[in-house]
């Protein structure tokens, strides 16, 4: 790819990133029938998206049945995670904010640790472009960004609250890995092409349904399920 074709992809990659962003930060802040809509829609898609991806293969009906079975957990899972903190609790928005900003935060630093730093590979096997570098990168990227966001709402950036981001940070790189093995097995580049620059609505969300599922079950066995976000958030 020439310099002007990774410029044309990167300008393509950050209009329509910035404008899922912002469709995605309005509909969870106005909450009600447009945070439906959001969920929906992304679960219309990811599942469709998921389903498509062994077509190629001529699956029994069984074994088509049982990967919707894994696509339903896989993808249903966060969307009902990311419903219950939303509506838990007056900390809902700043919860589910937060989760967001940790996944971007893992991406953006996990990009430029790796492509400035780089140095020896975590799995390349699965995923070559990853380097540890980049993972440690994404932690920082995750703690810096996560914080920055808190410093704007009554929540105390407490040592609780930042080793709860890393571990969470680590849980998004772990869905990137998981997302890049899938499309090995598969013999894909994308798993979709919903998103301009970005592919699938699963390659752009892969970290975030890690992460969504994981904080739904901490919130879940961290208290009850009407303070949800207060679990997450409340040390």
Not at 25 to 45: D, N, Q, T
Not at 69 to 77: D, H, M, S
Not at 162 to 179: A, N, P, R
Request: aromatic letters at 14%.
């Amino acid at each position: 790819m020439s310099k002007a074709e990774q410029f044309t992809d990167l300008k393509t990659r950050l209009i329509s990133g910035v404008l899922m962003a912002l469709i995605a930060f309005l509909c969870i802040y106005f909450g009600s029938i447009f945070m439906l809509a959001l969920i929906a829609v992304f679960c219309y898609v990811g599942l469709k998206e998921w389903m498509d991806l062994p077509k190629s293969r001529n699956y029994s009906t069984d074994t088509s049945r049982k990967w919707l079975v894994y696509g339903l957990l896989y993808v249903a899972w966060a969307c009902v995670s990311v419903l219950l903190i939303r509506y838990s609790d007056q900390y809902g928005y700043a919860a589910t904010i937060w989760l967001i900003t940790i996944v971007i935060g893992t991406d953006t630093g996990a990009y430029f640790a790796g492509r400035f730093i780089g140095g020896p590979k975590v799995a390349p096997s699965i995923s070559p472009a990853k380097t540890w570098s980049g993972v440690v990168g994404g932690v920082v990227g995750a703690v810096i960004l996560s914080s920055f966001f808190l410093s704007f709402t009554i929540i105390d950036v407490n040592t609780s609250i930042v080793k709860l981001v890393i571990v969470f940070s680590l849980i998004s790189q772990c869905g990137d890995f998981f997302e890049s093995f899938i499309k090995r097995r598969f013999e894909v580049k994308d798993t979709g092409s919903f998103l301009p620059g970005h592919g699938g609505a699963l390659d752009r969300m892969d970290g975030q349904i890690f992460v969504l599922t994981a904080a739904g079950i901490f919130a879940f066995f961290n208290g009850p399920i009407s303070q949800m976000a207060s679990s997450l958030l409340i040390w």
